[in-house]
Structure formats: C-alpha cells, structure tokens
C-alpha cells in the first residue's frame, strides 16, 4: 500500500516490518543483513548496519606489506605468479 509519504507496511505479531524490495534493492539489503533502528524525534529510523569481524582486519604489520606491495605494482615491480613459478622452475633444474 502507498502513501504520500511513501509505502505502508503493517507491524506483524512479532513486532515484525516488512521492508518493501524496492528500498532493500537500492540500498543492496539482503536476508540476514544487519540494521540500526532507532526513534528519532516521534520517528522509527531503519540504517542498514555493516559488521566488520576482527579475524578481517589487517595487523600493522600487514597493512604496511599490503601498502608495500602496491607500491610495486605502481612501479611495475611485480612478477606475474605463473611467470615467477617458470622462473623458479628453471631455477630449480640448474642447481
């Protein structure tokens, strides 16, 4: 059902909304997606809500090689990985 100020779901047993697909597909909200909902003046605000597990995040240490080898690649510094596996191939024979 629409309104003038935009579409009208219902409040089910469970206190449960249903976010109409067209609002979920602009803002790329899928099945078990995180939101924040919040009253804000007489108003239920809904933000989708982005989680970040501890185990993604980069250590100093690897953020400085991750920073380290995008500077190679800038620079052209770089071996492509089946070209390297020839190289240490041919490396490996010579010995």
């Not at 009253?39 to 993604?56: H, L, N, S, W």
């Not at 240490?61 to 620079?75: I, P, Q, T, Y």
């Amino acid at each position: 059902m629409t309104s003038k100020k935009g579409t009208i779901s219902r409040l089910g047993q469970r206190r449960q909304v249903v976010i109409p697909k067209g609002i979920c597909d602009a803002l790329r909200l899928g099945i078990g997606d995180f939101v924040a909902v919040e009253r804000r003046d007489g108003a239920v605000v809904i933000r989708p809500q982005a989680f970040v597990d501890r185990d993604d995040v980069l250590t100093p240490s690897e953020a400085r090689g991750v920073k380290r080898g995008a500077r190679d690649v800038a620079a052209g510094k770089v071996v492509d990985w089946t070209q390297y596996k020839k190289t240490r191939a041919r490396d490996r024979k010579s010995r």
